[in-house]
């Protein structure tokens, strides 16, 4: 089985600022949401567990598993999209023309990254390369896999495992801390 889970909410989640990239912990109320998913999914069985190497991503994982005999292995493929000069902009979504919120309303469109930022085809590719890689061997070796990562970084890994176009890339919506599985 394939399973993949976002992280716990960070201060920058409650101030609706764009992360991204940015290291930002989890706050008390994520650590909060990662020790009641270790609850919820304690029977749920996991061979490995691959993670985001950014705090929020390895807190979770980390509190998540805490106990369990499940290796956590980070890799970079697995960070969060970069967002260039956006990050830390906060309510973007108020911002008239704001260039990054043709990625939250209209992936499908969002061709061209903003300033330093990273296109969904970079997204797709890096994400769309440890899936291959790493996780398709593991499930066909019989493993139990599990994904802790970002809202898009982890919409990206939906998308391809579930071949949905662009257009629906938020289709499942990444709720924080619960666990959905992909195959």
Same mark, same amino acid.
């Given at each position: 089985?394939?399973?993949?889970?976002?992280?716990?909410?960070?201060?920058?989640?409650?101030?609706?600022?764009?992360?991204?990239?940015?290291?930002?912990?989890?706050?008390?109320?994520?650590?909060?949401?990662?020790?009641?998913?270790?609850?919820?999914?304690?029977?749920?069985?996991?061979?490995?567990?691959?993670?985001?190497?950014?705090?929020?991503?390895?807190?979770?994982?980390?509190?998540?598993?805490?106990?369990?005999?499940?290796?956590?292995?980070?890799?970079?493929?697995?960070?969060?999209?970069?967002?260039?000069?956006?990050?830390?902009? /906060? =309510?973007?979504? !108020? $911002?008239?023309?704001?260039?990054?919120?043709?990625?939250? #309303?209209?992936? %499908?469109?969002?061709?061209?990254?903003? /300033? =330093?930022?990273? !296109? $969904?085809?970079?997204?797709?590719?890096?994400?769309?390369? #440890?899936?291959? %890689?790493?996780?398709?061997?593991?499930?066909?070796?019989?493993?139990?896999?599990?994904?802790?990562?970002?809202?898009?970084?982890?919409?990206?890994?939906?998308?391809?495992?579930?071949?949905?176009?662009?257009?629906?890339?938020?289709?499942?919506?990444?709720?924080?801390?619960?666990?959905?599985?992909?195959?």
């Amino acid at each position: 089985m394939l399973y993949i889970m976002r992280h716990g909410k960070t201060d920058w989640n409650e101030r609706h600022k764009i992360q991204g990239r940015t290291n930002i912990p989890l706050n008390d109320v994520g650590r909060q949401m990662a020790r009641e998913a270790a609850e919820e999914y304690r029977d749920v069985h996991f061979d490995v567990c691959y993670c985001s190497p950014l705090v929020r991503a390895r807190e979770t994982a980390e509190i998540l598993l805490a106990g369990r005999d499940v290796p956590i292995v980070y890799d970079d493929r697995l960070v969060e999209m970069c967002f260039g000069i956006y990050e830390g902009i /906060e =309510n973007s979504f !108020s $911002i008239p023309d704001c260039p990054i919120n043709e990625f939250f #309303f209209h992936p %499908e469109n969002y061709n061209v990254p903003v /300033e =330093n930022g990273e !296109s $969904i085809d970079e997204l797709m590719a890096r994400t769309g390369a #440890f899936l291959e %890689e790493v996780v398709e061997p593991d499930l066909k070796a019989g493993k139990d896999v599990l994904i802790v990562g970002h809202g898009a970084m982890n919409s990206a890994i939906v998308c391809q495992v579930k071949n949905r176009p662009r257009s629906e890339f938020w289709a499942d919506g990444i709720p924080n801390c619960k666990l959905m599985t992909l195959k």
